[in-house]
């Protein structure tokens, strides 16, 4: 019992001692890892846009599946395995990473769009908004506050991947389904929050590889992305449906 009361004593107090000073600096990151989150960041944005021009080169030319998914892993593990001086090649690889991966995603794009384009739109809003909060949170948050999520959100990925291939082996149904999209969801969104620190953390013990940085953000918001887009499409075919089944 003293354990738990000192926990929530050191967090009420830590939300007392919450201020708009500390909004409006980030006393605890020093203006070598604050260059570097903008490196990161600008990287993370530049790999977006190649995203979607991959997708719209799928919309155009049907060049999204396994193939590119391949090469899209391909390239990751290419970028990953080239030394940190060769900048501007791992920024290709990066860029490339992007595009390939735009097009592995394109046919779900593709059926937004056919389906209603404002989804689409929703979706990347509430990626966008959602990783733009759980971002700033732990920048703000103190320092490997949350790393130690970092073993439990290894644990639920291990789960979802045997998750899936127990369906794939002996067949999946519409609850697993559902469990997986949204236990999922919880995971990256988790990630997102845990691979920002951690990446703060090793900004500050000298690792300024903002480009490895930006790839493990990239992967992480087309994750929660994907998933987004997949349950606000399930939720308006499945209102579709019940509008049909009322006419009739």
């Known amino acids: 019992m003293d354990a738990f009361s000192s926990f929530f004593e050191s967090q009420s107090s ?13 006393r605890q990151i020093s203006p070598t890892v604050q260059n570097h989150l903008k490196q990161v960041y600008l990287s993370l944005c530049c ?121 794939s082996i002996f067949g999946g149904s519409l609850a697993m389904f559902k469990f997986e999209l949204y236990f999922g969801l919880l995971i990256f969104v988790g990630y997102m929050v845990v691979d920002t620190q951690d990446i703060i953390e090793k900004a500050h013990f000298g690792d300024l590889d903002y480009v490895k940085h930006a790839l493990t953000l990239f992967t992480d918001f087309v994750a929660v992305f994907v998933r987004i887009l997949i349950i606000m499409l399930r939720n308006a075919s499945d209102k579709e449906e019940k509008k049909k089944k009322r006419r009739n």
């Not at 007392?16 to 980030?26: A, E």
């Not at 759980?134 to 644990?155: H, T």
Request: glycine share 8%; net charge neutral; with cysteine.
């Open 14 to 26: 830590s939300r007392n001692s919450w201020s708009y000073d500390s909004l409006k600096n980030f």
């Open 47 to 167: 790999a977006l846009i190649a995203s979607a021009v991959g997708a719209y080169f799928h919309v155009l030319w049907n060049i999204g599946g396994l193939l590119t998914t391949i090469g899209c892993v391909a390239t990751m593990a290419w970028l990953l395995a080239t030394p940190p001086n060769e900048e501007q090649k791992r920024v290709s690889l990066l860029m490339a990473a992007g595009l390939l991966e735009g097009a592995s995603i394109g046919p779900l794009i593709d059926l937004a769009i056919d389906f209603d384009p404002s989804i689409l739109v929703g979706a990347f809003v509430g990626t966008a908004v959602a990783f733009a909060c759980f971002s700033a949170a732990a920048m703000l948050a103190r320092r490997r506050e949350y790393l130690y999520l970092g073993g439990l959100l290894s644990s639920g990925v291990s789960i979802l991947f045997w998750l899936h291939f127990a369906s």
